[in-house]
């Protein structure tokens, strides 16, 4: 199959009327969720990673430097994208999600869903874009997800408000890998040890329009407000390791799972919990996008 069109100005008008007839509608990342019953299955899908299996920073990390299994997840993962810079016509379309109409971020800008909040990340490639999405869990007494990622956990709210301020994301936002399925050798490779991503990888952050939930519970420590989704570009085209973890993560053989969280320094902010936990699925199309329209069994696309 070829790569998704490009919205056009004349669909627009037609694709605004269904959307208002039809209610909110589903935004959908490139590559498509893992839907089978065999959580270690599939093949260039994802799905979300359990988050016992990542060691975080314990309730008395700073005087035993004792780590635990991180609790659920605080934000849902919400998709995967491969964006390519060149379409097969040798036309760029850069790395910039929201002016990429066939990335998850602008779908859900432009679907019913678009006040809730989606955290990016942006793993910036020589050939393009790893993209994860992260978003606020469904309220269980209700099923909507809330506009804003604060107020279900105090503890993490104080980090998460500074998310969209570039020095503390820089010193703060660290990733952990964990190869599930792999040759000795990845695993050996990978490891399991935690780095402060803003340390290792150049970032850039841009966010979106401030929405009504956030303007209340958005604020920062500087008084800033975040917007209603936060992009931080990861720069990972020119470090040895950074590339080597993307492409294991793209190996054939290789279930790989990949925690995000922000680092707590202090005992107030112990212990700590991750922001979010994908799990990608033996993602052998990096080279070809058509490749992602496959294998995904049952679908179990996240609704936003």
Known sequence: EAQPAEAQPAEAQPAEAARNEKGPQKAESTVPRWGGKDPEGGENVWSEAPSQVFAV??????????????ERALLATAGLDILFHRTAAGVNKGCRLVDRPDSFLAKHAA???????????????????FVAYLTPRPDPSTGQRPLSPLGSDPRVDTLLSQLGEDVFCRARLKMVPHVVKGSWGIKKMV??????????????????????ATKSQGRTKSGAQFGNWVEIQLDSSLN???????????????????????????????????????????????????????????????DI
Request: glycine share 12%; with cysteine.
């Open 57 to 70: 920073r314990g309730p008395k990390y700073l005087s035993d430097k004792k780590k635990v299994p991180s």
């Open 111 to 129: 679907s019913g869903a678009r006040g809730v909040f989606v955290l990016a990340l942006n793993f910036m490639m020589p050939w393009g874009c």
């Open 240 to 302: 040895r390791a950074a590339k080597y973890l993307i492409s294991a993560a793209s190996n054939k053989g290789v279930v790989m799972d990949m925690g995000v969280l922000l680092q707590a320094e202090t005992s107030a902010e112990l212990p700590e919990r991750l922001l979010g936990a994908l799990r990608v699925h033996r993602l052998s199309g990096v080279s070809s996008s058509e490749s992602f329209n496959q294998g995904a069994g049952e679908r179990g696309d996240e």
């Open 191 to 212: 490891g399991t040890k935690p780095a402060i991503i803003g340390k290792v990888l150049r970032t850039v952050h841009s966010q979106g329009e401030l929405c009504p």
